[in-house]
């Protein structure tokens, strides 16, 4: 009996496998799906509307005014503008039409993008699965396992958002490139043997704080390329609001996404949504800590750079909430706590040695995000 089972958990771990080299097949189809919706809306007019974001922009059209009875006779009053950009010197510019840029062909590459991307992730899914009965338990007990997880979560979040109506999928090119790294490095520099957790980990602690580690994992992530976006839209609205002329492919890219102002709410709803989460995550791997080892607190280095993670989003919902302190001052802060997110996970776990250290490369659950 015991040789048969090791042999079912053989089969499932290369079943797993085969699963993610699948996965990973159809999000590169999904990339490419997502590049054609890009190009086809190059080409669209639709989409060429820059002088929108100018205050002279034609295509720019006001509300229609209200009509209302005032002592017998009547009076016409302007609806208000509504003002979407939170920081000093607020512009009212409208959302881009999307990556399509308003084309039928690029709208339907859109579509076909985004139905590769919901094949991916469930083939990814199934890796995960597979990955986690082939062991028994859940499968987040190394590098290996966390990357797969996380990018499978993070796809999880974005198509969660597509279905809830958000207008995120200007999201999908960045998503799936960044995805198809991180399980390129997890098959070929990360990969790990399936294997049984080391004592310590043998907790339901590890469902309840890993699990919500990766949750957090995924959504900063979200949050961050909003941010990035919102950077790099915030310029390009700066340029031409004092008259300059950014480059053609700026122009052709930049103007399909979001408003500055929509980019920027996005990643602040995003990263404070979640915020909360990751306070809960820190705590129950504190309270992990002491069912293993016996005290709550060590100052160990995942421990450090988890608290450094939590005082840097921390510091940037603040920092949102201080007058002087929005937009791009505060976008910077977020980049800079989703850096310390990302060497809490890779720094710390490659060059950094501490009490969550338990293999070289493929390192214990604790050591893949959290505790």
Request: charged letters at 15%; proline letters at 3%.
């Amino acid at each position: 009996m015991t040789t048969l089972a090791a042999a079912t958990n053989e089969n499932l771990a290369e079943i797993s496998n085969v699963l993610i080299y699948s996965a990973m097949a159809v999000y590169t189809l999904a990339f490419f799906a997502y590049i054609a919706e890009w190009l086809f809306g190059s080409r669209s007019k639709v989409a060429r509307t820059a002088a929108a974001l100018t205050p002279h922009g034609a295509a720019k059209k006001a509300a229609p005014p209200v009509t209302v009875n005032q002592g017998g006779g009547t009076a016409v009053l302007e609806r208000p503008k509504v003002v979407v950009r939170a920081a000093t010197g607020s512009r009212d510019v409208p959302d881009g039409p999307g990556a399509h840029g308003g084309d039928e062909q690029g709208d339907l590459y859109g579509r076909i993008a985004i139905s590769l991307t919901v094949l991916a992730f469930l083939l990814s899914f199934g890796g995960v699965l597979t990955r986690a009965l082939s062991v028994e338990r859940a499968p987040w007990g190394n590098m290996y396992e966390f990357n797969i997880t996380f990018s499978t979560t993070a796809v999880g979040v974005y198509l969660l958002l597509l279905a809830l109506k958000k207008n995120v999928r200007w999201l999908g090119l960045f998503l799936t490139t960044s995805v198809l790294l991180d399980l390129g490095l997890a098959v070929t520099v990360l990969y790990t043997e399936s294997d049984q957790l080391v004592p310590a980990l043998h907790s339901y602690w590890l469902y309840i704080h890993v699990s919500t580690a990766i949750l957090c994992g995924a959504v900063f992530y979200i949050g961050a390329v909003g941010t990035i976006l919102y950077l790099f839209k915030d310029s390009y609205e700066n340029k031409l609001a004092t008259g300059g002329k950014p480059g053609s492919f700026a122009t052709s890219v930049l103007e399909r996404l979001p408003a500055a102002a929509s980019l920027d709410k996005f990643a602040y709803r995003v990263n404070a949504a979640v915020f909360p989460l990751w306070t809960f995550t820190i705590i129950a791997g504190a309270i992990w800590a002491g069912d293993a080892w016996g005290r709550y607190w060590g100052w160990d280095p995942k421990e450090t750079w988890s608290f450094i993670t939590w005082v840097a989003y921390a510091g940037y919902l603040h920092a949102r909430a201080t007058a002087g302190w929005k937009g791009r001052k505060a976008a910077y802060l977020a980049l800079l706590a989703f850096g310390c997110w990302l060497f809490n996970y890779y720094g710390v776990n490659i060059f950094v040695s501490g009490k969550h250290s338990y293999a070289d490369v493929g390192m214990g659950a604790l050591q893949s995000v959290g505790f």
